[in-house]
Every structure is written in C-alpha cells, then in structure tokens.
C-alpha cells in the first residue's frame, strides 16, 4: 500500500517547495511493509530519521517515538 497511496512526507521537518510550489522534500522511505498483517507500514524519514505508522484503516500517519538502547 506505501507505494500507491504515497508519497508520504515527514511531519516534522519543514516543507521545502520550488519555484513552481512542487514540494522538493525526500519523502519517507520504507522500512516494514504490512507490520504484523494489521495493514500498517512503518516508515523513516531520511532527513531527520524519525519513524512514522503510516495506518490504512484509518488513514493516519503518526510518529512513533522510539527508545534508544
């Protein structure tokens, strides 16, 4: 599903447009696609590597806060 309902873009680092207002930011790139069958993808920004839920079912992005070890 990431690839056909996306791009999706990272929430917190700032939108970045051209001249032409086309957004020029990396959109986030893939890390586990379909996370435990619940129809979810998990996704990481490549410029401020935070991790987003990206949910189907309910047509929401979120980031998820990760423990450092």
Do not use: W
Not at 31 to 39: M, P
Not at 40 to 65: G, H, L, N, R
Request: aromatic content about 8%; overall charge positive.
């Amino acid at each position: 599903m990431f690839e056909t309902t996306g791009p999706h873009y990272c929430s917190v680092c700032p939108t970045t447009l051209n001249k032409k207002g086309r957004r020029m930011d990396e959109p986030l790139k893939l890390s586990r696609s379909n996370y435990s069958g619940c129809g979810i993808d998990i996704a990481v920004c490549p410029s401020c590597d935070k991790t987003f839920q990206i949910s189907y079912k309910v047509d929401q992005v979120i980031e998820v806060p990760l423990e450092k070890r």
